[in-house]
T-cell receptor, first 109, second 115 residues
Framework: RKEVEQDPGPFNVPEGATVAFNCTYS??????FFWYRQDCRKEPKLLMS???SGNEDGRFTAQLNRASQYISLLIRDSKLSDSATYLC??????????FGGGTRLMVKP | SAVISQKPSRDICQRGTSLTIQCQVD?????MFWYRQQPGQSLTLIAT?????????ESGFVIDKFPISRPNLTFSTLTVSNMSPEDSSIYLC????????????FGSGTQLSVL
């Protein structure tokens, strides 16, 4: 089993739809969690941190479920500009970072 | 947040040559990393660049092939040596401060094509 797993997609959704991705992690001692967005041929950019209490930023909501060892990203009212690959990042003890394989989202008119 | 300048942004190189990629951070950071991202794949960590000492390489990556320097807290270089077409990839520099909750920031990447 991979340390951090994501459904590669693609998720094809119409504009205005709500879409959610999950990212599972295997190391129960993982400390910190982030979602990054990567556009084609660009570097990953931080989208949001994931806190135990959940985190909302506009149309984006990130949640952590420690019992089931996954984080989620919910995007409401999808825009065409949300089309990208979404990477989850998990930090373990000792500052070890692991990237998920990414989930590709395509929002269509 | 840190701003990371990486250059060159792209290059096309001949087999057997070497390319050095530079990474400059606008503030002192504790940790700098080099990643590779092959087409359609996620990021693979090559090594952690340690200031003033040898980099820490991940499994499958060796110093002779990917020598790394980090002379100070804001600058690092990665050299891709004796290149082959299999080295064609995007190489990304990244940086963060030491705390586990600190965010990771990336340079804009170097797209390398080896003929």
């Amino acid at each position: 089993r991979k340390e951090v797993e994501q459904d590669p997609g693609p998720f094809n959704v119409p504009e205005g739809a709500t879409v959610a991705f999950n990212c599972t992690y295997s190391n129960s001692a993982s400390q910190s969690f982030f979602w990054y967005r990567q556009d084609c041929r660009k570097e990953p950019k931080l989208l949001m941190s994931v806190y135990s209490s959940g985190n909302e930023d506009g149309r984006f909501t990130a949640q952590l479920n420690r019992a089931s060892q996954y984080i989620s990203l919910l995007i409401r009212d999808s825009k065409l500009s949300d089309s990208a690959t979404y990477l989850c990042v998990v930090i373990h003890a000792g500052n070890m970072l692991t990237f998920g394989g990414g989930t590709r989202l395509m929002v269509k008119p | 947040s840190a701003v990371i300048s990486q250059k060159p942004s792209r290059d096309i190189c001949q087999r057997g040559t070497s390319l050095t990629i530079q990474c400059q951070v606008d503030s002192q950071v504790t940790m700098m990393f080099w990643y590779r991202q092959q087409p359609g794949q996620s990021l693979t960590l090559i090594a952690t660049a340690n200031q003033g000492s040898e980099a820490t390489y991940e499994s499958g990556f060796v110093i002779d092939k990917f020598p790394i320097s980090r002379p100070n807290l804001t600058f690092s270089t990665l050299t891709v040596s004796n290149m082959s077409p299999e080295d064609s990839s995007i190489y990304l520099c990244s940086a963060k401060n030491g705390g586990e909750r600190e965010k990771l920031f990336f340079g804009s990447g170097t797209q390398l094509s080896v003929l």
